[in-house]
Nanobody, 123 residues
Framework: QVQLVESGGGLVQAGGSLRLSCAASGRTVSNYTMGWFRQVLGKEREFVAA????????YYADSVKGRFTISRDNAKNTVYLQMNSLKPEDTAVYYC????????????????WGQGTQVTVSS
């Protein structure tokens, strides 16, 4: 188990940028696959991006490819999501998650979750 706390959300106009951070406590996350998900009230939680323990493997949802970048700093036990060229449809609560599963992309594989941070993109 690892405890995760997201931060960096906020209100931004379309075309703007935000960087989300996910800080871990309790255990190092260096040996975890880390992911970002997002969810709109009443809708399913949606995969956004994931990164391997080494940072050598990343995967992105088609909707964010070329705009979002996931990265990690294992020394700081922190994972980031750089979000550029934001669109109103990116509005959601963003969650970070951790799993021991290699190359996980589905929410069911992630056992540790943060509390979420709200991202609102206005037009």
């Amino acid at each position: 188990q690892v405890q995760l706390v997201e931060s960096g959300g906020g209100l931004v106009q379309a075309g703007g940028s935000l960087r989300l951070s996910c800080a871990a406590s309790g255990r190092t996350v260096s040996n975890y696959t880390m992911g970002w998900f997002r969810q709109v009230l009443g809708k399913e939680r949606e995969f956004v991006a994931a990164i391997s323990w080494s940072g050598g493997w990343t995967y992105y949802a088609d909707s964010v490819k070329g705009r979002f970048t996931i990265s990690r700093d294992n020394a700081k036990n922190t994972v980031y999501l750089q979000m550029n060229s934001l669109k109103p449809e990116d509005t959601a609560v963003y969650y970070c998650a951790a799993t021991m599963q290699v190359a996980a992309r589905a929410a069911r594989f992630f056992g540790s979750w943060g509390q979420g941070t709200q991202v609102t993109v206005s037009s």
